[in-house]
């Protein structure tokens, strides 16, 4: 019984709850990424106002049913499959889109901007298109 307890202990806590980015440490690895300058203002705005820069972040609460994972909140209903991964656009598992390795969410957002631009999130659609959005320029600067 003690051995059981020790293990999950030690599960739990190699197991990753998400994280919480800063503006900066997203916006420079975003860069790293592929997504260019002239938009990171943008992503910066549908992060902040979507998961708040978190990638733990799951809204359960879309009036069709559907779920949104992660930091860019992807939808399950077409990117991404609850239980196992390709059957689905992105080819992954909304759980992995909760984790603090952001690399294949970046990729997913991606692909989702590729074909639908910033108009596939309502909060980019509400509270960026036509707004201010937060300045980078200060995340690049040389030290």
Not at 38 to 53: A, I, K, R, Y
Not at 77 to 86: K, L, P
Request: net charge positive.
């Amino acid at each position: 019984m003690k051995l059981y307890f020790i293990v999950t202990v030690i599960a739990l806590l190699g197991t990753s709850n998400g994280k919480i980015f800063t503006k900066c440490e997203l916006a420079r690895l975003l860069a790293q990424n592929g997504i260019p300058g002239v938009v990171l203002p943008d992503w910066m705005c549908l992060v902040q106002h979507e998961s708040g820069f978190n990638t733990a972040a799951l809204n359960t609460k879309n009036s069709n049913g559907s779920r949104d994972y992660g930091i860019f909140q992807i939808n399950n209903r077409f990117w991404c499959a609850e239980g196992r991964a390709g059957a689905n656009e992105c080819k992954l598992q909304c759980s992995s889109l909760r984790d603090d390795n952001i690399l294949d969410d970046i990729n997913c957002a991606k692909l989702i901007y590729s074909r639908h631009g910033f108009n596939a999130w309502a909060a980019w659609r509400d509270k960026c298109r036509m707004k201010p959005k937060p300045s980078v320029k200060e995340c690049f600067k040389k030290r």
